[in-house]
């Protein structure tokens, strides 16, 4: 009873100690109930401080530059680059001829004439003006075969058949090419051509086979017109081939069927027939170009 007393007399002097004993007793009291909500409860996030629109820096000045200055380059791109620089669907044409010469030797034989057959080795000289347009100059050789027909006339027929040779010819040709374009050859290579119609003017000289070989041979000067068409395939830069057909009009002279034995030529040639003839031929021909390369003028 005395130390009861004596307890509660030092609780009730001493306050302070009576606060600090409530206090280290409250966490001692906590259950474990309290404490794991407390640890399963998530820390609050720190948010960052909200910036002030006053510290924003303003773009909206060097947005509008920089738009401005790619709407300028846009401009300028457009105005020296030209509309179809960047088309390149269609391709070029792989060769150009404009302003180049064509050095073409050829050969060719005719096919209209059952008599006699004519073998010639020529060339053309040809200046492209553009690359559809040309002027050429062209000159041949002929060299003649009397058909195996021709000897079975005189044998059957007793008749010996009036014939002239041709000699040689000169002519001034002018070109046009109406068509170009390019086919592929064994699935692999591309080859392109074009087609030419030609037409010309120049001279043909021609003399007579006469019938009787002790007879004067007397000799031809004529005016001569010839149209061709022919194929042209384009090799290298500087290489093409041809094919084609040529046709040469003009009215020859022969001997008189009723010529006098022993007659000379210039009275042969007097009483001679003129009838219009036709030298059709088959021609091959190489055309080797200079300058070798060319350049295009327009871009793709």
Same mark, same amino acid.
């Given at each position: ?12 002097? /001493?306050?302070?100690?009576? +606060? ?12 474990? &109930? ?6 399963? +409860? ?6 960052? !401080?909200?910036?002030?629109? =006053? ?9 509008? #530059? +920089?738009?401005?200055?790619? #709407? ?18 269609? !391709? ?8 180049? %010469? ?5 050969? +060719?034989?005719?096919?209209? =004439? ?18 559809? %347009? ?23 027929? /007793? ?18 090419? !109406? $068509? ?5 050859? %064994? ?14 003017? $120049?001279?043909?000289?021609? #003399?007579?086979? !006469?019938?009787?070989?002790? =007879?004067?041979? %007397?000799? /031809? ?15 290298? =830069? ?22 006098? #034995? $022993? ?11 003129? &009838? ?25």
């Amino acid at each position: 009873m005395k130390r009861l007393a004596f307890g509660l007399l030092l609780v009730l002097a /001493n306050p302070g100690l009576a +606060a600090a004993a409530e206090a280290s007793a409250a966490p001692a009291g906590e259950t474990a &109930e309290e404490k794991s909500s407390e640890a399963e +409860a998530p820390a609050p996030a720190t948010e960052a !401080p909200e910036a002030k629109k =006053d510290e924003l820096p303003d773009l909206s000045d060097e947005v509008k #530059e +920089a738009a401005t200055q790619k #709407e300028e380059a846009a401009s300028e791109g457009a105005s020296t680059r030209l509309s179809w620089e960047d088309i390149v669907v269609v !391709p070029r044409k792989a060769f150009l001829k404009r302003h180049r %010469f064509e050095l073409a030797p050829f050969t +060719a034989i005719s096919i209209n =004439d059952s008599m006699v057959r004519h073998y010639s080795f020529g060339g053309d000289l040809t200046f492209y003006l553009t690359d559809v %347009f040309s002027v050429a100059v062209e000159g041949q050789y002929f060299i003649k075969e009397r058909s195996e027909r021709e000897s079975l006339v005189g044998f059957q027929f /007793n008749r010996a058949t009036t014939l002239n040779r041709f000699k040689y010819s000169a002519s001034l040709v002018f070109g046009y090419v !109406p $068509g170009y374009g390019k086919f592929g050859l %064994f699935n692999k290579y591309i080859v392109h051509w074009d087609v030419t119609v030609n037409a010309g003017i $120049g001279l043909i000289w021609t #003399e007579i086979i !006469p019938v009787r070989i002790d =007879d004067e041979i %007397f000799s /031809n000067r004529n005016i001569c017109p010839s149209l061709a068409i022919s194929t042209r395939m384009f090799v290298t =830069d500087w290489l093409a081939l041809s094919i084609g057909l040529r046709d040469y009009m003009f009215s020859d002279k022969f001997e008189n069927r009723n010529r006098l #034995e $022993g007659q000379s030529a210039a009275a042969a040639k007097a009483d001679g027939v003129s &009838e219009f003839t036709q030298n059709v031929m088959v021609f091959v021909s190489a055309g080797l170009y200079l300058p070798t390369s060319f350049t295009y003028k327009t871009p793709r």
